[in-house]
């Protein structure tokens, strides 16, 4: 070790007297090593609820979908269908036909999106796993007879998101269905009558389902063929199709080929991913994680003004020293360097510390679900936490690249 290191090492952990400097730098190390634990942890929780956001999304947003680009629906043949389904790598693909209804029930009413599916949606979504009430149904003749009383044969069903439920004062076992009132084509409500301007079926809320706020509030899923026949579209005819691939398949590589695919048969249609689908969330998950970085960093910045005090102070209580290592010819660089490594020791003491720390209480809650998340209705009843490689190294680098920072200006500005 060059003499600079020793020297640097000495002033740190003298043992002969324990001054004011000695204290403040302690401080200052203990404040960057919480500074860093805070880091790691609010970035894993905010990992794990983002990981669980994107679980709930995911249940309800297939792995990829096809859409128009231009108008509402498409048609797509039974055997491109079968053809779509056999492509390596794809697990499922369902159906789907989706419109903006009006829904009543009793006295209540309320906007919707209806979304109609077939009989492959749950195994694409694994919708069927989260309801909150009742059994998945798509259709009358699914139901046990002894299920849900005596209903029409004719009479569909509806899955009803947890909100919408709340809303509309839904019961199940459900005593009247519900009316779903989806507008004509070409028609308006100005001056016509309820069954000029709008096509009207009924069906009975079998179950609800609580995923995510967003989707909880306005969505209702029922029998594809219900929506169908209220939208007059014909028997291929959809506004999108979801795809769920097998375990182990790269996205990328069949996004690639199903768009290969549609480019050639079919140009107004296009595929795409949970980032597609839900772009806006994914911005604002970037740009809070982002936040969350810039406000922990500001807050590692003033931490490192401990460590600015503390060598400043150290600076002038060994003027002694300092005049001392001049005469015998030591050169202002090298006592600069001095100084330098010992509060860039205090910095990587901390941040190793910090980490070890912030891992610590993470893995701790991880196991034990120490913190809940009270007595609300949650998804999970503790916070959840994942802890990600890429987040100690970028708190690392990030800590030490801000007290490097801060030490070397104090240092080079000093009086030495």
Not at 33 to 46: G, K, N
Request: some cysteine; overall charge neutral.
């Amino acid at each position: 070790m060059k003499i600079e290191g020793l020297i640097a090492v000495r002033y740190l952990f003298s043992r002969k007297q324990r001054s004011v400097v000695n204290v403040i730098s302690w401080i200052s190390l203990v404040g960057l090593m919480v500074s860093t634990t805070a880091l790691i942890v609010v970035l894993s929780v905010y990992n794990g609820i983002g990981d669980i956001t994107k679980q709930l999304f995911g249940t309800f947003d297939p792995e990829l979908s096809i859409e128009p680009t231009q108008g509402k629906t498409f048609h797509f043949s039974g055997s491109e269908l079968q053809s779509l389904r056999s492509t390596e790598g794809i697990g499922n693909v369902s159906c789907l036909v989706c419109e903006t209804a009006w829904i009543t029930y009793g006295q209540n009413q309320a906007i919707v999106k209806l979304r109609g599916v077939d009989e492959y949606y749950a195994a694409v979504t694994g919708i069927d796993t989260l309801l909150n009430w009742g059994d998945y149904y798509l259709a009358p003749n699914q139901i046990p007879i002894d299920s849900h009383g005596l209903w029409e044969e004719d009479i569909s069903t509806l899955i009803v998101g947890g909100q919408i439920f709340h809303d509309l004062a839904m019961s199940i076992p459900a005593d009247v269905p519900a009316a779903i009132h989806i507008p004509k084509r070409g028609t308006t409500a100005m001056g016509n009558t309820m069954d000029e301007a709008f096509n009207i079926g009924y069906a009975y809320p079998v179950a609800n389902f609580f995923i995510q706020q967003d989707i909880d509030r306005q969505y209702v899923i029922t029998d594809i063929d219900f929506v169908r026949q209220l939208m007059c579209y014909d028997f291929d005819e959809y506004t999108s199709l979801a795809i769920k691939l097998n375990p182990g398949a790269n996205l990328d590589k069949i996004k690639k080929k199903i768009n290969s695919y549609l480019i050639t048969h079919n140009s107004n249609l296009i595929i795409k991913d949970r980032y597609d689908q839900q772009p806006l969330y994914y911005k604002i998950y970037r740009t809070e994680r982002l936040g969350i970085y810039l406000i922990l960093s500001l807050i590692i910045l003033i931490s490192t003004l401990s460590l600015v005090a503390s060598l400043s102070l150290l600076i002038l209580n060994k003027r002694d020293d300092i005049f001392m290592l001049r005469s015998m010819g030591m050169e202002r660089r090298n006592i600069r360097r001095a100084f330098l490594l010992e509060g860039l020791l205090i910095c990587a003491i901390a941040v190793v510390a910090g980490l070890l720390l912030g891992f610590l209480i993470c893995f701790l809650q991880q196991q034990f679900g120490i913190i809940g998340m009270g007595d609300g209705n949650f998804v999970v009843s503790s916070f959840p936490v994942s802890m990600r490689a890429i987040d100690f190294l970028i708190t690392f680098l990030l800590v030490m690249a801000i007290s490097t920072f801060s030490v070397g200006l104090t240092v080079r500005r000093a009086r030495i």
